[in-house]
């Protein structure tokens, strides 16, 4: 079994920052890629920022430039740095992780990230 948790959300004011961790655990040799995620009421979740253990990234166009994914792989912990926050990135976050040799990716709870004044 596989466990996964988020850490970082909170509140922020529009263009500050936040610094999102997630870390993987459990019974696995080593991690293939992990994904932010994030869904905001009434809509569906979307892919934020994807980073594999290769360190190949890609961000949904909304994020570019203003967001960072970074991997750790001797943690199996990911990253995601926000910077420049705006109130359409107030979301649920979630984090989940694809393991070399398993099926299904595995989700953690969420953290919730608000940009407001």
């Known amino acids: 079994q596989v466990q996964v948790v988020e850490s970082g959300g909170g509140l922020v004011q529009p263009g500050g920052s936040l610094r999102l961790s997630c870390a993987a655990s459990?019974?696995?040799?080593?991690?293939?890629?992990m994904a932010w995620y994030r869904q905001a009421p009434g809509k569906q979740r979307e892919l934020v920022a994807r980073?594999?253990?290769?360190?190949?990234?890609n961000y949904v166009d909304s994020v570019k430039g203003r967001f960072t994914i970074s991997m750790n792989n001797a943690k199996h912990t990911v990253y995601l740095q926000m910077n420049s926050l705006k109130p359409e990135d107030t979301a649920v976050y979630y984090c989940?992780?694809?393991?070399?040799?398993?099926?299904?990716?595995?989700w953690g709870q969420g953290t919730q990230v608000t940009v407001s004044s």
């Open positions: 989940n992780a694809d393991v070399f040799g398993h099926q299904n990716l595995y």
């Open positions: 459990g019974h696995f040799l080593a991690i293939y890629a």
């Open positions: 980073i594999t253990s290769m360190d190949e990234r």
